[in-house]
């Protein structure tokens, strides 16, 4: 039996062709491996680069930080700013019309043509507004004042180089639009 089954398989052998079977096979198996080492190169350059990530441009990035908190601090102060010179701009407005209104200064619209004529029969009101006080006199709103938050000659190049002779709490970062309190 041992002989019949050597020599069924001999036959099985010589009738096919093992090389032409396997060579896909192997062909599969050699493109595999290639991409497996292309792979392992590419993540080998990117643990090299990460590296130089990590030891180079992190630090940098860390010593920047001081400067960013700076300039980010300064962006606050420049909002809050413009939310004041806004909330300023708002209120001047509002005496300007006030004031239109006193002096019946018609302000270019449909409406003024449609409030003179009356059409719809409604009464003017009889109180009106005013930017005097109780005894007559004009108060203006109080407004800011540039020189509390600009520096005639612009921002000083280096706060920290400042004589002893000045009073620290007078300074003023006028280059972020607020003073510093």
């Not at 060579?23 to 050699?30: A, E, H, L, M, R």
């Not at 407004?143 to 620290?168: A, C, H, I, L, W």
């Given at each position: 039996?041992?002989?019949?089954?050597?020599h069924?398989?001999?036959?099985?052998?010589k009738?096919?062709?093992?090389?032409?079977?396997?060579?896909?096979?192997?062909?599969?198996?050699?493109?595999?491996?290639?991409?497996?080492?292309?792979?392992?190169?590419?993540?080998?350059?990117?643990?090299?680069?990460?590296?130089?990530?990590?030891?180079?441009?992190?630090?940098?990035?860390?010593?920047?930080?001081?400067?960013?908190?700076?300039?980010?601090?300064?962006?606050?102060?420049?909002?809050?700013?413009?939310?004041?010179?806004?909330?300023?701009?708002?209120?001047?407005?509002?005496?300007?019309?006030?004031?239109?209104?006193?002096?019946?200064?018609?302000?270019?619209?449909?409406?003024?043509?449609?409030?003179?004529?009356?059409?719809?029969?409604k009464?003017?009101?009889?109180?009106?507004?005013?930017?005097?006080?109780?005894?007559?006199?004009?108060?203006?709103?109080?407004?800011?004042?540039?020189?509390?938050?600009?520096?005639?000659?612009?921002?000083?190049?280096?706060?920290?180089?400042?004589?002893s002779?000045?009073?620290?709490?007078?300074?003023?970062?006028?280059?972020?639009?607020?003073?510093?309190?």
């Amino acid at each position: 039996m041992a002989e019949e089954l050597a020599h069924d398989y001999s036959g099985y052998f010589k009738a096919s062709n093992l090389d032409q079977e396997l060579k896909p096979i192997t062909v599969g198996i050699d493109r595999m491996m290639l991409r497996l080492e292309e792979f392992e190169n590419l993540l080998e350059l990117v643990k090299a680069e990460s590296g130089v990530a990590l030891t180079h441009n992190v630090p940098k990035l860390l010593a920047l930080k001081p400067e960013l908190d700076i300039l980010c601090d300064r962006i606050d102060k420049l909002e809050k700013f413009v939310m004041m010179v806004g909330r300023n701009l708002d209120a001047v407005e509002k005496q300007v019309q006030i004031a239109e209104e006193e002096l019946d200064i018609p302000d270019k619209t449909i409406n003024v043509l449609l409030k003179s004529l009356n059409i719809f029969g409604k009464q003017k009101p009889t109180e009106r507004l005013t930017n005097r006080n109780a005894n007559g006199v004009y108060e203006p709103v109080a407004v800011f004042k540039t020189e509390q938050y600009f520096r005639p000659n612009g921002p000083e190049p280096n706060v920290t180089n400042r004589s002893s002779q000045e009073d620290p709490s007078s300074c003023e970062d006028c280059d972020t639009g607020t003073p510093e309190k």
